[in-house]
């Protein structure tokens, strides 16, 4: 049996759950965070979260906590539980042995080809299931994944530090540092619980920096494994202008390189090299077939450190689905460079529209995080 009947305990329940997925925050990629608790005679009995790919999911956890008190018990998760073996068995087989009496669950599996898979095995078992409570907040743990299920396409957020003209540098390039330590270590969160960094050449030209997590600038706490997930580095350098002496090349962590044609420099093993697509109308890598690709790799989040350009060209093409932006109490001068390269739009309407979704002090930085949305319906792209 399904219902859709939600009481506040329900709610209450839920909501401990969505905390305990929020333990896999950094470490799940390409898997989804989920956590689950297990209530008895309304005490919790059992409580876990997935923390990383190949390990036991949150069900698991939870019902190795409750162990034989899961008899007669409701499990809330935040994510319809599996129903196929992958590389760990399917967590609805779990409930069902375990002999629970009903399971809650936030959200259905965003994949089509496996959505209400779960649910149906649960209910064939004759357990009682009840769908969508607090549902857009078990959204809120897995855009990236719900993106990539339902699109192929991971999510996209773009970062931009700015001054408060707007500005990402002064005229002569010097923009280090336009933003306090507090956003820097903000950033560095941002960067742990994506699944890949993206950039241009000329970001890496500019700075040489490395763009993985600092764990020791992000200050973790309670963080889940011994080390530190880093991001894929994605690197556009379609005019071949890097040389393979970079310190990102050279620092054992994975890059993928984006040229036009074959590159003639000899890269280390870490850095896996692909030829373009081409856009004929800007001469430029393909930014759609880009992130298509990046979809087919598994990667859920790409959080976007780039210069005007790049950022500018994924705002116009309407592939970002978030901006955050640090605005420093700083003012550079007309002459500076602008956060954006956009085109020269001639109507309003033709420009990107954004909804301010949280807005925040870092220190003595503002945070501003903006979701991309249509200009006719308002609503979010991607």
């Not at 040389?243 to 962590?253: E, H, K, Q, V």
């Given at each position: 049996?399904?219902?859709?009947?939600?009481?506040?305990?329900?709610?209450?329940?839920?909501?401990?759950?969505?905390?305990?997925?929020?333990?896999?925050?950094?470490?799940?990629?390409?898997?989804?965070?989920?956590?689950?608790?297990?209530?008895?005679?309304?005490?919790?009995?059992?409580?876990?979260?997935?923390?990383?790919?190949?390990?036991?999911?949150?069900?698991?956890?939870?019902?190795?906590?409750?162990?034989?008190?899961?008899?007669?018990?409701?499990?809330?998760?935040?994510?319809?539980?599996?129903?196929?073996?992958?590389?760990?068995?399917?967590?609805?087989?779990?409930?069902?042995?375990?002999?629970?009496?009903?399971?809650?669950?936030?959200?259905?599996?965003?994949?089509?080809?496996?959505?209400?898979?779960g649910i149906k095995r649960l209910q064939?078992?004759?357990?009682?299931?009840?769908?969508?409570?607090?549902?857009?907040?078990?959204?809120?743990?897995?855009?990236?994944?719900?993106?990539?299920?339902?699109?192929?396409?991971?999510?996209?957020?773009?970062?931009?530090?700015?001054?408060?003209?707007?500005?990402?540098?002064?005229?002569?390039?010097?923009?280090?540092?336009?933003?306090?330590?507090?956003?820097?270590?903000?950033?560095?969160?941002?960067?742990?619980?994506?699944?890949?960094?993206?950039?241009?050449?000329?970001?890496?030209?500019?700075?040489?920096?490395?763009?993985?997590?600092?764990?020791?600038?992000?200050?973790?706490?309670?963080?889940?494994?011994?080390?530190?997930?880093?991001?894929?580095?994605?690197?556009?350098?379609?005019?071949?202008?890097?040389?393979?002496?970079?310190?990102?090349?050279?620092?054992?962590?994975?890059?993928?390189?984006?040229?036009?044609?074959?590159?003639?420099?000899?890269?280390?093993?870490?850095?896996?090299?692909?030829?373009?697509?081409?856009?004929?109308?800007?001469?430029?890598?393909?930014?759609?077939?880009?992130?298509?690709?990046?979809?087919?790799?598994?990667?859920?989040?790409?959080?976007?450190?780039?210069?005007?350009?790049?950022?500018?060209?994924?705002?116009?093409?309407?592939?970002?689905?978030e901006l955050i932006v640090y605005q420093?109490?700083?003012?550079?001068?007309?002459?500076?460079?602008?956060?954006?390269?956009?085109?020269?739009?001639?109507?309003?309407?033709?420009?990107?529209?954004?909804?301010?979704?949280?807005?925040?002090?870092?220190?003595?930085?503002?945070r501003m995080t903006y979701r991309v949305?249509?200009?006719?319906?308002?609503?979010?792209?991607?």
């Amino acid at each position: 049996m399904s219902t859709s009947c939600v009481s506040s305990t329900d709610e209450y329940w839920m909501a401990l759950a969505i905390r305990q997925a929020k333990q896999g925050l950094f470490t799940t990629s390409p898997n989804p965070r989920v956590g689950c608790v297990i209530v008895k005679d309304n005490q919790l009995i059992g409580a876990g979260a997935h923390l990383q790919a190949g390990t036991p999911h949150a069900e698991v956890h939870a019902l190795r906590h409750a162990a034989d008190n899961a008899r007669g018990a409701t499990a809330y998760v935040t994510l319809e539980p599996c129903s196929h073996t992958g590389r760990t068995p399917p967590c609805a087989e779990a409930l069902v042995k375990a002999n629970v009496a009903r399971v809650v669950v936030a959200m259905t599996d965003p994949n089509p080809l496996v959505s209400g898979r779960g649910i149906k095995r649960l209910q064939d078992a004759g357990i009682s299931v009840t769908q969508g409570v607090l549902t857009s907040q078990a959204e809120a743990l897995n855009p990236g994944f719900i993106k990539r299920m339902t699109t192929g396409r991971p999510w996209i957020r773009a970062k931009l530090a700015c001054s408060l003209d707007g500005k990402i540098a002064l005229s002569n390039g010097a923009s280090q540092w336009i933003t306090g330590p507090a956003a820097r270590q903000d950033v560095q969160r941002f960067r742990a619980q994506s699944c890949a960094v993206l950039t241009g050449s000329g970001t890496v030209k500019a700075d040489n920096p490395s763009l993985l997590v600092r764990p020791e600038q992000a200050q973790f706490t309670h963080y889940p494994l011994s080390e530190c997930r880093q991001p894929l580095r994605v690197v556009i350098d379609t005019e071949h202008q890097l040389s393979p002496n970079l310190a990102m090349f050279n620092d054992g962590s994975p890059v993928l390189l984006v040229v036009r044609g074959e590159s003639e420099q000899q890269f280390s093993g870490d850095v896996s090299v692909i030829s373009a697509k081409i856009d004929a109308s800007s001469n430029k890598v393909s930014l759609p077939w880009l992130l298509d690709g990046l979809g087919r790799r598994g990667l859920n989040e790409i959080w976007v450190e780039a210069g005007a350009g790049l950022a500018g060209a994924l705002l116009a093409d309407g592939l970002v689905d978030e901006l955050i932006v640090y605005q420093a109490p700083k003012v550079l001068g007309n002459k500076g460079i602008s956060m954006l390269a956009l085109p020269d739009y001639q109507q309003i309407n033709d420009a990107p529209h954004l909804k301010m979704t949280d807005l925040r002090h870092i220190a003595e930085d503002i945070r501003m995080t903006y979701r991309v949305v249509s200009p006719d319906t308002h609503s979010a792209v991607g």
